[in-house]
Nanobody
Framework: VQLVESGGGSVQAGCSLRLSCAAS????????MGWFRRDPGKGPHFVGV????????YYGDSMKGRFTISRDNSKNMVHLEMNSLKPEETAVYFC?????????????????????WGQGTQVTVSL
């Protein structure tokens, strides 16, 4: 599975940005697609996830109500719509793919839940 993100850029605080992730390879077998960000000097921070089959979503607490993940099954693409962006959300954003659910049934919020990663796209939010 190969993942390629696009749509990053620089925006002012309060503005919106839409990221996209194109999946190729055996993407039809995937269970879910997630978004993470890597804050400077820190590990991956969970943003949200969408389940490929039914489109159900789950978001990190600080993203709820502002971020929306959608999918386009016909194009094997996932989109992350980010509204009311904050300067502290400046980071490299990654999409990731998971082959299956967690054994404990909890949401796929950990980096280790995903086996495939894109190269990332930079999002910069300025005051």
């Amino acid at each position: 599975v190969q993942l390629v993100e696009s749509g990053g850029g620089s925006v002012q605080a309060g503005c919106s940005l839409r990221l996209s992730c194109a999946a190729s390879g055996r993407s039809f077998e995937l269970h879910a697609m997630g978004w993470f960000r890597r804050d400077p000097g820190k590990g991956p921070h969970f943003v949200g996830v969408i389940h490929w089959r039914d489109g159900s979503t789950y978001y990190g607490d600080s993203m709820k109500g502002r971020f929306t993940i959608s999918r386009d099954n016909s194009k094997n693409m996932v989109h992350l719509e980010m509204n009311s962006l904050k300067p502290e959300e400046t980071a490299v954003y990654f999409c990731a793919a998971a082959d299956g659910p967690r054994a404990d049934g909890l949401p796929l919020t950990r980096g280790i839940d995903y086996g495939y990663w894109g190269q990332g796209t930079q999002v910069t939010v300025s005051l």
